[in-house]
């Protein structure tokens, strides 16, 4: 079942053709720009030049700091007329960057995110809630227009407000939910204080999850939750936002569409490109983008790419789940770890709940690592030794994952802080 055959079981060879001619058109887009026009200029570059995929990896790289640099209208390649959207990440790690679409590029976008939600079994007649900020977020209107272009019925819920959320899934009958997947986790305990199981008193049957880094664990607890079968979506606004790299029902890897990215792995120190199969930082260039193209985008994102055909029939390949930005990694007693082991560990034991914190702090020359761990209300009931034993169990386990031992709290449900966007998982509070 596909939303656009030709282009998802193209064979290789034709789609890496059509790579290489849309890749010279791009360098060409790309030239338009101020910020592009001077960097071909002093690499000598021309389109003319590209005649393999393997060229591209003599093009130079471009960073977010490239982006900051020349903000906000240095990389747009056509006249401001023609520019209708602008959208800007969230800014979790420095200033925001800005990314502008033409029209031609909102209907390629929604287009992806259309081919997307149909790959996960989304249908004319469903009802799509979106639970995720509108507005400069990628994830609000990204989905709105990918939904509309395939055809559900959209509920533009937008994010927070929880009772409310749960009230228009029974009113509408939503069918499926595009969710951030701590959200996800909270929004079920809400579900719960209402006195209502999302499993028997909703219609749900497909949950989209993404935007923030999450490990299978939490994706099988969403799935047993709410009674549904839940995707992974990647994505990130230099790239559109979401409809860069979605899950099939194979759930095993993310295809990103080679149609409208050509997608690298480098060492992030050395910068060189790995082989297949080994992790690394994703590079994106885009191949349809008009307002905005980019070449050789580090996304700081770390991931594989699976070389292996999919069982699903799609061509383009796929990648593991983000492992998260390089940036979210920290290092501890010389250790080097990310938050998405922590996730894995926790999330699989049934008795944590739905939220947990990690906060690095130093003390006397010496880092320590506490891991607090909201845990099912039943066990403050409960016997202290039992608890004792819970959080004994929680130390060891994630002792054998990071190799480190931590501090572990264990804390009643709803003490942590919560966000109503993207998870903060880790405080570090070694510099201050
Ligand atoms: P933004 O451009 O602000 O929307 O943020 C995009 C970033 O969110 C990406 O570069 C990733 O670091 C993260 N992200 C988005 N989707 C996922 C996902 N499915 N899994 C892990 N991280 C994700
Ligand atoms: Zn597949």
């Known amino acids: ?18 790579q ?35 060229d591209l990896k003599r093009l130079p790289f471009t960073t977010k700091e490239d982006l900051r640099k020349h903000f906000p209208y240095g990389f747009v390649t056509v ?45 004319r007649g469903d009802v799509f809630q979106n639970m995720v900020g509108y ?6 209107l990204g989905f709105q227009y990918g939904a509309e272009r395939l055809g559900a019925l959209t509920i533009p819920s937008g994010s927070g407000n929880s009772k409310r959320q749960i009230t228009l899934m ?9 969710i951030i997947p ?13 006195g209502l199981d999302p499993k028997g008193d909703t219609q749900l049957r497909i949950a989209l999850i993404g935007a923030e880094p999450h490990s299978d664990a939490t994706r099988q607890r969403i799935e047993e939750m709410y009674g549904v079968e839940a995707f992974n979506s990647y994505g990130l606004s230099e790239m559109n936002g979401p409809g860069v790299a979605f899950e099939c029902p194979e759930k095993s890897g993310m295809h990103f569409w080679e149609d409208h990215f050509i997608v690298e792995v480098i060492d992030p120190k050395t910068l060189k490109p790995l082989p297949e199969g080994e992790e690394g930082e994703l590079v994106f260039t885009t191949l349809r983008r008009e307002a905005m193209p980019l070449i050789r985008y580090r996304s700081k994102d770390l991931a594989a790419i699976f070389p292996e055909p999919c069982r699903c029939g799609r061509i383009h390949r796929r990648i593991s789940r983000i492992k998260g930005r390089s940036d979210d990694m920290f290092i501890l007693k010389g250790v080097n770890i990310f938050p998405l082991q922590i ?20 003390e006397n020359f010496e880092d320590k690592m506490i891991v607090q761990v909201e845990v099912r209300p039943e066990f403050f009931k409960g016997d202290l030794r039992q608890l004792e034993r ?15 031992t931590p501090k572990v709290e264990l804390v009643e449900p709803d003490t942590l802080p919560r966000s109503e966007g993207k998870a903060v998982r880790v405080i570090d509070r070694r510099e201050m």
């Open 79 to 123: 006249p401001k007329e023609k520019i209708v959207r602008v959208h800007s990440s969230s800014g979790t790690t420095g200033r925001a960057t800005a990314v502008f679409h033409t029209l031609k590029d909102l209907e390629g976008w929604a287009d992806l995110v259309a081919r997307c939600m149909f790959m996960s079994g989304v249908r």
């Open 182 to 194: 701590s959200y996800a986790l909270h929004l079920w305990k809400v579900f719960e204080e209402m």
């Open 390 to 404: 819970l959080r004994r169990q929680i130390t060891e386990s994630l002792k054998s994952e990071i190799l480190v």
């Open 20 to 54: 290489v001619s849309r890749l010279k058109k791009t360098l060409k887009q790309a030239g338009h720009s101020p910020a592009y026009g001077k960097i071909f200029k002093a690499h000598r570059i021309t389109p003319e030049k590209i005649k393999t995929l393997d």
């Open 343 to 362: 996730d894995t560990v926790l999330m699989t034991l049934a008795e944590v709940g739905t939220n947990y914190q990690v906060v690095l702090e130093r």
């Open 170 to 178: 029974g009113d509408f009958g939503t069918t499926v939910i595009h």
């Open 135 to 140: 507005g400069l977020f990628t994830g609000g």
């Open 1 to 18: 079942m596909f939303w656009e055959r030709d282009i998802e079981t193209m064979p290789r060879k034709e789609l890496n053709r059509l």
